[in-house]
Each structure stands twice: as structure tokens, then as C-alpha cells.
């Protein structure tokens, strides 16, 4: 009945509210299933060594709230501004930790 509206028409406004009684209704909360697929979710931290904003120490301590979290510490000279390929060193070195840390993903 509402599958062929537009995102801005004011029934879908309507139908947003149906949906979300027949979850009170039914006791559900609608994002009770997304928090524990994030908390497993491969997620990668590349902190650059000479970083002094974001240190690889801290953001190891930060990444160990995450289960299925990965460290690849970039070793550059730039820091901070390294992540954004200022360098072509730079570059090779963020596009070989992405690289690794998608070729280990199931």
C-alpha cells in the first residue's frame, strides 16, 4: 500500500509511524539487531607513527573496544597530514594496509 511513494511524500511520514507502533506494539526495538553486528564488524585502525594527534598508543588503547578491531601503524615522516597522501610514500603505505586489511576479510 505505501510501496510505490516517494521519500518525501507526507504518507511515507504515515507510514514511518505504523511501522514504528507495530514495533511498540510487538515489544521490538528496531536497532537492537545493528549494535551487536557493529561491535563484530571488522573495523581498521591506521594511526601514522609520527602522528601526534592521533598517537598509535591511544588509538590501540581506543581500538581495543572493539572485538574485531585491526592496527596497521602507517610509518611515515608526515604525520598527521601522511593519511591524506601528501607524499607518494604516503600513498603506497595506506594503499598497502587497506590492501592487507581487505584481502583478510572472510
Same mark, same amino acid.
Given at each position: =500500500?505505501?510501496g510505490?511513494l516517494k $521519500?518525501?511524500? @507526507?504518507d511515507?511520514?504515515?507510514?514511518?509511524q505504523e511501522?514504528?507502533?507495530?514495533y511498540k506494539?510487538?515489544?521490538?526495538?528496531?536497532a537492537?539487531?545493528?549494535? @551487536?553486528?557493529?561491535l563484530?564488524?571488522p573495523?581498521l585502525?591506521a594511526?601514522?607513527?609520527?602522528?601526534i594527534?592521533?598517537?598509535?598508543?591511544?588509538?590501540?588503547?581506543?581500538?581495543?573496544?572493539f572485538? $574485531?578491531?585491526r592496527?596497521?601503524v602507517?610509518?611515515s615522516?608526515?604525520g598527521h *597530514?601522511? $593519511?591524506?597522501g601528501?607524499?607518494p610514500?604516503? =600513498?603506497?603505505a595506506v =594503499?598497502? *594496509?587497506?590492501?592487507?586489511?581487505l584481502?583478510s576479510?572472510?
Amino acid at each position: =500500500r505505501y510501496g510505490k511513494l516517494k $521519500a518525501t511524500d @507526507p504518507d511515507k511520514q504515515k507510514m514511518n509511524q505504523e511501522v514504528m507502533e507495530v514495533y511498540k506494539k510487538a515489544g521490538v526495538n528496531p536497532a537492537s539487531g545493528c549494535v @551487536p553486528m557493529l561491535l563484530t564488524m571488522p573495523i581498521l585502525f591506521a594511526p601514522v607513527s609520527t602522528d601526534i594527534y592521533f598517537h598509535p598508543l591511544d588509538v590501540a588503547d581506543q581500538a581495543r573496544a572493539f572485538p $574485531a578491531a585491526r592496527m596497521a601503524v602507517i610509518e611515515s615522516l608526515s604525520g598527521h *597530514a601522511s $593519511a591524506f597522501g601528501r607524499e607518494p610514500s604516503d =600513498r603506497l603505505a595506506v =594503499r598497502a *594496509a587497506l590492501s592487507s586489511f581487505l584481502a583478510s576479510l572472510p
